[in-house]
C-alpha cells in the first residue's frame, strides 16, 4: 500500500524534508546562541560598568582603541579646554530617577598635552538648544590646565540613539560625537573617541556612559529571538506537510485496493447521448410548432377573407326585410279602402 512513497515524486519530497528539517534546526539553534552571547555580553557589561566606577582612572591611551572590554571604564586626560570650540549636542535624551528628560548636551574639546583634542561630554542640561534662556544656563568651562576623568565612551554612528546625522544644524551644535563629524570643526586631530564627566559642574547633570555597541539587549538581540522562533516554525511546518501529503497519498492507495475509487460509467455517457436526442427532439417539436403557427395565421386571413364576402348578402338580406316590410304595410292600406 505504500508503494507510493518508492516513486520520483516522493523521492523528491523525502529528499527535500530530510535536508530541511536539520537545516531549519540548526538554523534556529544558531539564532538562539546569538540571542544567548548577547544576553551573556549585557551582563558582563554591566558588571564592568559596576566595577569601573569603584575602579582607578587609567591613563587615556591605555584604554584605546575603545572596544566592548575598555567601553565604560575610567579614563584620564590632562590638558586644557579649548572654549573657541564649544559645542552643543541637541535632543538627548537623559533616563533617571525623574523619567525621561529632553536636554542637550555640552560638549568642550580638550587638547591634550599629545596636541589630540579628546571630546569631553562636561554634563546634560534640559531644555531647548536653540532658546538662549537654556543655553545661558551653561557655565563656562574651567581655564587653564585641567586633569578630566570620566566614562570612556567609542564614537558614535548613525544607528546611536539620538544622533542627527542630516546636519542642517545651526552653528554651534553637533549631531554626532564622533571624529568625522569634527574634523571640518576643529583645526586639530580629534581622538576617535570621547569621555563623559562623572562629576561635572553644576547645574550640569552627568550623562551615564552608554553600553557598547552589540552589547546590550537592543532590537537586533531580540530579532535574534524572533529568528529562533521562526526557524522552529519552519522546521514543524516541513513536518507537519510531509504527514499530510503522506496521509492522502495513503488513504488514496487504500481505497484503490478496496476498489472505493470512482470509475468512468457507461450509463451516464448514454444519459449524455439521450440528452443530446431530446434537444434535437425539442428543436424538431419547436419548428412544427412554428409552422402550425404560421399555418394558423394563413387560415385567419382567408376567414377574413370570406366574412368581406359575405357582407354584400347580408346587404341583400336587409334590402329583402325592407320589401317584405313594404309589402305588408301595402295590405294593410287596402283592407283600409275596402
Not at 523521492?11 to 544558531?30: D, E, Q, R, T
Not at 417539436?285 to 402550425?292: K, P, T, V
Request: net charge negative; glycine share 12%; charged share 20%.
Amino acid at each position: 500500500m505504500y508503494r507510493f512513497l518508492l516513486t520520483p515524486r516522493w523521492w523528491g519530497i523525502n529528499v527535500f524534508a530530510v535536508l530541511a528539517i536539520p537545516f531549519c534546526i540548526f538554523m534556529g539553534s544558531w539564532q538562539l546562541s546569538r540571542f544567548e552571547d548577547r544576553v551573556d555580553t549585557h551582563r558582563q557589561q554591566e558588571d564592568r560598568s559596576a566595577q569601573a566606577k569603584a575602579a582607578a582612572a587609567r591613563p587615556l591611551d591605555s584604554l584605546l582603541p575603545v572596544d566592548k572590554v575598555t567601553s565604560g571604564r575610567q579614563a584620564s586626560a590632562r590638558g586644557h579646554y579649548d572654549t573657541e570650540h564649544q559645542l552643543l549636542v541637541p535632543d538627548r535624551t537623559l533616563k533617571d530617577k525623574h523619567g525621561e528628560r529632553q536636554g542637550f548636551y555640552v560638549l568642550t574639546l580638550l587638547r591634550t598635552d599629545h596636541g589630540k583634542a579628546l571630546p569631553v561630554v562636561r554634563g546634560w542640561l534640559p531644555g531647548d538648544a536653540d532658546a538662549k534662556a537654556d543655553t545661558a544656563k551653561v557655565p563656562a568651562p574651567p581655564k587653564g590646565e585641567v586633569t578630566v576623568t570620566g566614562a570612556l565612551q567609542a564614537s558614535e554612528n548613525q544607528g546611536t540613539d539620538g544622533v542627527q546625522a542630516g546636519g542642517g544644524l545651526p552653528r554651534g551644535q553637533l549631531g554626532m560625537i564622533s571624529a568625522a563629524s569634527l574634523v571640518n570643526i576643529a583645526p586639530y586631530d580629534v581622538y576617535d573617541a570621547w569621555i563623559t564627566l562623572t562629576d561635572p559642574q553644576a547645574p550640569l547633570q552627568p550623562v551615564p556612559p552608554a553600553a557598547a555597541e552589540g552589547s546590550g539587549l537592543d532590537l537586533k538581540a531580540f530579532q535574534n529571538l524572533g529568528y529562533t522562533g521562526e526557524w522552529f516554525v519552519f522546521a514543524g511546518f516541513v513536518v507537519f506537510m510531509w504527514f499530510r501529503l503522506f496521509r492522502r497519498d495513503a488513504e488514496a492507495a487504500r481505497d484503490a485496493a478496496l476498489g472505493l475509487l470512482p470509475e468512468p460509467d457507461g450509463r451516464e455517457v448514454a444519459a449524455g447521448s439521450a440528452g443530446a436526442r431530446d434537444v434535437a427532439a425539442g428543436a424538431a417539436d419547436g419548428s412544427a410548432g412554428a409552422r402550425d403557427v404560421a399555418a394558423g395565421v394563413a387560415d385567419g386571413s382567408a376567414g377574413a377573407r370570406d366574412v368581406a364576402a359575405g357582407a354584400p348578402d347580408v346587404a341583400d338580406g336587409s334590402a329583402g326585410a325592407r320589401d317584405v316590410a313594404a309589402g305588408a304595410a301595402g295590405g294593410l292600406t287596402g283592407q283600409e279602402r275596402g
